[in-house]
């Protein structure tokens, strides 16, 4: 992938586009296929009612209101605060204004766009699932897949999500790789990092930050304490 972006924002943007299509695809046949295996029962209650939590840590919401209960009208904002992190990654389209056309306009409208198309298929996948299967049961390490799995849909639907994922998880990278390098050369011409970062290479890109995106991620991947850093988030 880091090779990828030092080829150029034209390359990496088709790139880009191909596997966002295939994983739209995927999203949609999925939730098509689990709408024909709902079960109405399994939305009751629709809030299910506050109960202790069974030890761990709380959220920072929790602490504040000095309650370690879940479910309930404070579980949805609680879940709410850890469902936010989906949505961070549309900033990251702002640091491609200097390779679109028109970014005054383009990026912002591609913005809402995004955030609209992607709330909609959050919404459509969350209530598919649920109705799937009972909420006490999707906690485990492939919750959609197990869910077609168990209401009986046919098996290609959840082979189909997993490859989906797997393309979801590398736009995050691509996406992550392409605005990191961006601000990186930005930074550099700036003079707020050495200026070599500032150069550009074949096709136009920042070919140097690139390279130190790319090793940095690299190397964030093999420590295993990252997990544990990322569960600070959340």
Known sequence: LMLLVMTGAKLTGRVLAMIVSLKLVAVVLVIAVGATHLK???????????????GGSSTVLQTLIGTSDVFGIFGVFTAAGAIVFAFIGFDLIATAAEDAKDPRHSIPRAMLVSIGLVTILYVAMAAVLVGLRPYGELNTAAPVSDALRAAGSPSWSANVI?????FGLTTVVLVV???????????????????????????????????LAGVAAAAL?????TVKRADLLV
Do not use: E, W
Request: hydrophobic share 45%.
């Open 40 to 54: 109405s029962a399994n939305y009751t209650p629709f809030i299910p009612k506050s109960q202790a939590a069974d």
């Open 221 to 225: 991947a093999l420590d295993p304490d």
């Open 162 to 166: 997993n490859v989906g994922a797997l």
């Open 177 to 211: 790789l392409i605005a990191q390098s961006r601000v990186l050369f930005a930074m550099g011409r700036d003079g707020l990092l050495p200026k070599g970062l500032a150069k550009v290479g074949a096709g136009s890109s920042p070919s140097r930050a690139a390279v």
